[in-house]
Structures are given as C-alpha cells and as structure tokens.
Antibody
Framework: QLHLQESGPGLVKPSETLSLTCTVSGGSISSSNYYWVWIRQPPGKGLEWIGTIYYSGSTYCNASLKSRVTMSLDTSKDHFSLKLSSVTAADTAVYYC?????????????WGQGILVTVSS | QSVLTQPPSVSAAPGQKVTISCSGSSSDIGNNYVSWYQQIPGTAPKLLIYDNDNRPSGIPDRFSASKSGTSATLDITGLQTGDEADYYCGVWDTSLSARVFGGGTRLTVL
C-alpha cells in the first residue's frame, strides 16, 4: 500500500518556476513495480495529465506542457519531483502525484492529497 | 476541451440507478483500457473501476462499468447521498501518446 504526499510552495510568481515534490512511502521509488505520475486540476475544472516518470528515469509529458516540464527521481529520498517553468495564471491548479499498483497498470490507484499552487504576483 | 466526452451532470433519486457515459475514439477508448475515478469535492480522485470493468477491492458492487467500441459507461445502482461527486473516465490516447480524461460528470443525488 503506497502513500504519496505532495509538498512545495503554494504561491508562485508569474514567469517563475513551480517546483513540487512527491514523497513516497510503503514502496521504493526505484522499484520497477511502479511508475510515477503528475496530474493537475485547475479550480472548478477537470483533470489534466502532466507527465509520467519511470524508475529508469525516462519520462513522458503532455505535449502542451513538454517544453516547460522537468521531472526527476531522487531515490535516496524516495521522492520524485516536478518543475514547471515560466508559469502563468493558467497554471494555477491543484497538483496531484499518483501511481498505479503495478508497472503494467493503466490506471492510477494511489493518489496524494493534492497541493494547491496559485500563480500570482 | 477534453478528448473524452462526458455529460456535465446527471441526477437521480436515492435508491435509483444512474448511467454516466464516456465517448472517445479508436485512438483512445477503442483500443485501450478505461478507468473511472470518483472525486468528492475537496478531495483527491479515487479509483473506482480499472481495465474497463474491474473493481478494486473495497469498491461496492453498486458500481459497475462496461465498454463497447469507442464508448464506455459507468453504472451506479442503489444511489446514496454519499455518491454525490464528480466522476471521470480516463484512458491512454495512442495518437497523442498521452493519458486523457473526460471533462467529468457531476452526480447529484436528489
């Protein structure tokens, strides 16, 4: 049973970089049994997949965000991170980290509680 | 604009049944597994259905789902007030190489 917890600043200024971390417990982030996902939800709107990072470090990103997204793993701390550069008000959202229960799964069983990030000066 | 189309809202009385549809295309629903998520306002989404029609342990059998062609449906029977939430379908889109979600359906139990 994995537990995921997002952390990071709740307020980011326009044009700056949003940086979030998802700490994983109950499993190893370097395990080939899982992959790790970022999803966001603007206030009052639906879910948007940001990207996926695998235990190998390879990543897949939403094409609409790819030029601004960096994802990484820190196996020593069992956490993975998201950086989104050049943010605007449109990036204001609740950001979730999530994962499946196996590397072959096509669904997200485990979710963090989410963190609201507001982009404002 | 979501790749997958869901009705914005549905409603029904307690004890009744409701169906939520999710319409896509051959590049998403037509050739990939669909999952469904329940999101009670203010909380994180919760997995309800995976691989088209499977329930994770702990999900009541009042929740069921199916897929046919490029559409999927979620059925909820014996509605309870606690079922009031937003429901999302999700699937991998092969042509976009991206995970996509429906726009969400708000269920109101009258």
């Amino acid at each position: 049973q994995l537990h995921l917890q997002e952390s990071g600043p709740g307020l980011v200024k326009p044009s700056e970089t949003l940086s979030l971390t998802c700490t994983v417990s109950g499993g190893s982030i370097s395990s080939s049994n899982y992959y790790w996902v970022w999803i966001r939800q603007p206030p009052g709107k639906g879910l948007e997949w940001i990207g996926t990072i695998y235990y190998s470090g390879s990543t897949y990103c939403n094409a609409s965000l790819k030029s601004r997204v960096t994802m990484s793993l820190d196996t020593s701390k069992d956490h993975f991170s998201l950086k989104l550069s050049s943010v605007t008000a449109a990036d204001t959202a609740v950001y979730y980290c999530a994962s499946p229960d196996s590397s072959s799964a096509t669904y997200y069983k485990y979710w963090g509680q989410g963190i609201l990030v507001t982009v404002s000066s | 604009q979501s790749v997958l189309t869901q009705p914005p809202s549905v409603s029904a009385a307690p004890g009744q049944k409701v169906t939520i549809s999710c319409s896509g295309s051959s590049s998403d629903i037509g050739n990939n597994y669909v999952s469904w998520y329940q999101q009670i306002p203010g909380t994180a989404p919760k997995l309800l259905i995976y691989d088209n029609d499977n329930r994770p342990s702990g999900i009541p059998d009042r929740f069921s789902a199916s897929k046919s062609g490029t559409s999927a449906t979620l059925d909820i029977t014996g509605l309870q007030t606690g079922d009031e939430a937003d429901y999302y379908c999700g699937v991998w889109d092969t042509s976009l190489s991206a995970r996509v979600f429906g726009g969400g359906t708000r269920l109101t139990v009258l």
